[in-house]
Nanobody, 123 residues
Framework: QVQLMESGEGMVQAGGSLRLSCDGSTFTFRNYAVGWFRQGPGKEREFVAAISSSGLTTNYADSVKGRFTISRDNAKITVELQINSLKPEDTAVYYC????????????????WGQGTQVTVSS
């Protein structure tokens, strides 16, 4: 079973940057596609970005394209989300999730979830 833990929580001003990390607990993590999702106050959980197990395929929500970059280091068993040009509407709890297949933007298709990390962007 894969256990995930997010880190990189922060409070930044609009225009700032943060790097979030998703750490997998086992080496089998490298065989999983990983997605990042977020849930803002009073909102439903939404897709942000995903990366295949090999790292060769990535997918982004339109709202974050050009600002967010997902990457993975399978040697370190981590997936990172670099978030730049932050906006107040990016304020949310960010979750990483894993599934043993290809990338997906659907939360229900992910088997394992982390506890989430808070990102707060002030105007």
């Amino acid at each position: 079973q894969v256990q995930l833990m997010e880190s990189g929580e922060g409070m930044v001003q609009a225009g700032g940057s943060l790097r979030l990390s998703c750490d997998g607990s086992t080496f089998t993590f490298r065989n999983y596609a990983v997605g990042w999702f977020r849930q803002g106050p009073g909102k439903e959980r939404e897709f942000v970005a995903a990366i295949s197990s090999s790292g060769l395929t990535t997918n982004y929500a339109d709202s974050v394209k050009g600002r967010f970059t997902i990457s993975r280091d399978n040697a370190k068993i981590t997936v990172e989300l670099q978030i730049n040009s932050l906006k107040p509407e990016d304020t949310a709890v960010y979750y990483c999730a894993a599934r043993p297949y290809g990338v997906s933007s659907q939360p229900a298709q992910y088997n394992y979830w982390g506890q989430g990390t808070q990102v707060t962007v002030s105007s």
